[in-house]
């Protein structure tokens, strides 16, 4: 079983026959399943973590080939498993929660809007986050050249003050936000009603990319070979700074990877991609 980051409150769970897969590569995690007395721990032989592990996969073999995540966690796998399907991230959204975001919709009266999704927050930290004003100016720009288009606003609780940033000043007439209020799996439906998001780095990229939706993506401490959406739909931005990719939460001087994706470089690959959105539509 593959446990998922709050395993050690699941109290429900044997212990007995279970089959841990680590997938994460640090040390803290193979130490959090071996304290947790989980018996059988397969895992990447990475950060020394080796002795704290029943069953170590090499993880030097693989260390310089610059692969996607999901590939290196398909590999973990088949060493239990054997071969196993290719990756195929493909969401659905059920109907009942098309619906709902569909009255969330006519509530802002944006139904028959194209619709742009814009989502600004990060969980993993504010390193991740392009700036509000960027965006800002952005969902200007696509509001002034696109009298049909409307925006939709994604936020969980903590980062809606993103949103809510974002959202001063623009016309509420075309603008909504889930303002962190709205349930994951109707925000997930509410993206799949969306023609193109435009993202930081994050949980919400990914599901764009399982719904096949076009979009850009904004990546800066973080690396896009290694954790880029899947689905092949998605463009992606990062600056090449030094420092890049730092894996840091915080930027500890003065944020350039993100600050020098200015709205100037971008809007133009974003605008190409609206137009030919809106010539098939």
């Known amino acids: 079983m593959v446990l998922p980051r709050s395993f050690s409150r699941k109290k429900d769970v044997s212990k007995d026959n279970a089959l841990t897969l680590c997938l994460p590569l640090s040390f803290r995690s193979a130490f959090t399943l071996w304290k947790g007395g989980w018996p059988n721990r397969i895992g990447y032989g990475s950060e020394g973590r080796s ?28 060493s239990v498993f054997g071969t196993l399907p290719d990756l195929d991230p493909a969401l659905s959204v059920p109907t009942e929660k098309k619906d709902m975001a569909r009255d969330f919709l006519r509530k802002h009266h944006m139904e028959d809007l194209f619709l742009v999704g814009i989502n600004p927050g990060a969980y993993y930290g504010a390193a991740k986050m392009w700036p509000p004003e960027f965006y800002k100016d952005i969902v200007r720009r696509i509001l002034e050249e696109m009298p049909e288009a409307g925006i939709v606003l994604f936020s969980g609780e903590k980062d809606r003050w993103v949103t809510r940033e974002i959202a001063s000043e623009l016309p509420p007439d075309r603008v909504a936000s889930t303002d962190g209020a709205v349930p994951l799996s109707e925000s997930i439906a509410l993206l799949s009603l969306c023609r193109y998001v435009v993202t930081n780095d994050s949980g919400m990229m990914h599901l764009g990319g399982a719904l096949g939706l076009p979009g850009a993506a904004l990546f800066g401490p973080t690396d896009p070979v290694a954790t880029g959406p899947m689905g092949g739909r998605t463009r992606i931005f990062h600056f090449p700074v030094r420092c890049s990719p730092c894996f840091l939460r915080y930027c500890p001087i003065d944020h350039r990877c993100m600050r020098s994706l200015t709205p100037d470089l971008i809007w133009p690959t974003i605008r190409e991609d609206l137009e030919k959105l809106k010539r098939i539509t």
Do not use: G, P
């Not at 029943?54 to 993880?59: F, G, K, P, S």
């Not at 073999?61 to 610059?66: H, L, P």
């Open 51 to 78: 002795f704290l592990l029943n069953r170590v996969v090499d993880y030097e073999r693989w260390k310089s080939k610059k692969l996607h995540q999901s590939t290196y966690y398909k590999e973990l796998a088949e």
